[in-house]
T-cell receptor, first 114, second 112 residues
Framework: DSGVTQTPKHLITATGQRVTLRCSPR?????VYWYQQSLDQGLQFLIQ???????AKGNILERFSAQQFPDLHSELNLSSLELGDSALYFC?????????????FGEGSWLTVV | GQQLNQSPQSMFIQEGEDVSMNCTSS?????WLWYKQDPGEGPVLLIA???AGELTSNGRLTAQFGITRKDSFLNISASIPSDVGIYFC????????????WGAGTKLIIKP
């Protein structure tokens, strides 16, 4: 158990819909990362937050947005969903944005768009 | 953008064999990390490397930070069934604003 909690674990939704994925970081971690992993693909970095502020942005679509709340949990919002958005979405956390060797991943949220 | 070339993409090996995989980049990296992802789970850090030439072991796993700082290698000795999974390299290059760049992964399959 990495200490990073993601909900829901599985989600099936229709095209055009909107979903929200939630992440609770490890206790004491201030930085949260979101990654997308399509079937048999590598990890695509989406976005990073540090202590409530956006820290870095990767290949995140305009239909996607995220935020980190004062209690440090984070949400990833996916809207106008398309079939190609079906993927495993990982949240990860680290103690600070510079310590890449302290990044711990959650178990992921499986999103299936039908 | 920056990319890591990880090879091989997949490996079919016999139990007991040694395994080697590597990652290369056109940029100089400050940190190399090796992760393993079991099916349906998130990646877990195996080994972290911080300086050129560094050789670090974690049980049967050994990783090296290349002398040129543009590559890294992971070796698994005497593979066992639980080694099955996807191995990812990740690196932090100079001027990357602390961001990690990820390889595409090496899928390890062990024939019983």
């Amino acid at each position: 158990d990495s200490g990073v909690t993601q909900t829901p674990k599985h989600l099936i939704t229709a095209t055009g819909q909107r979903v929200t994925l939630r992440c609770s970081p490890r206790s004491g971690d201030l930085s949260v990362y979101w990654y997308q992993q399509s079937l048999d693909q590598g990890l695509q970095f989406l976005i990073q937050y540090y202590n409530g502020e956006e820290r870095a942005k990767g290949n995140i679509l305009e239909r996607f947005s995220a935020q980190q709340f004062p209690d440090l949990h984070s949400e990833l919002n996916l809207s106008s969903l398309e079939l190609g958005d079906s993927a495993l979405y990982f949240c990860a956390s680290s103690v600070d944005h510079a310590r890449v060797d302290t990044i711990y991943f959650g178990e992921g949220s499986w999103l299936t768009v039908v | 953008g920056q990319q890591l070339n990880q090879s091989p993409q997949s490996m079919f090996i016999q139990e007991g064999e040694d395994v080697s995989m590597n990652c290369t980049s056109s940029s100089i990296f400050n940190t190399w990390l090796w992760y393993k992802q079991d099916p349906g789970e998130g990646p877990v850090l195996l080994i972290a490397l911080y300086k050129a030439g560094e050789l670090t072991s974690n049980g049967r796993l050994t990783a090296q930070f290349g002398i040129t700082r543009k590559d890294s290698f992971l070796n698994i000795s005497a593979s066992i069934p639980s080694d099955v999974g996807i191995y990812f390299c990740a690196g932090q290059f100079r001027d990357s604003n602390y961001q990690l760049i990820w390889g595409a992964g090496t899928k390890l399959i062990i024939k019983p």
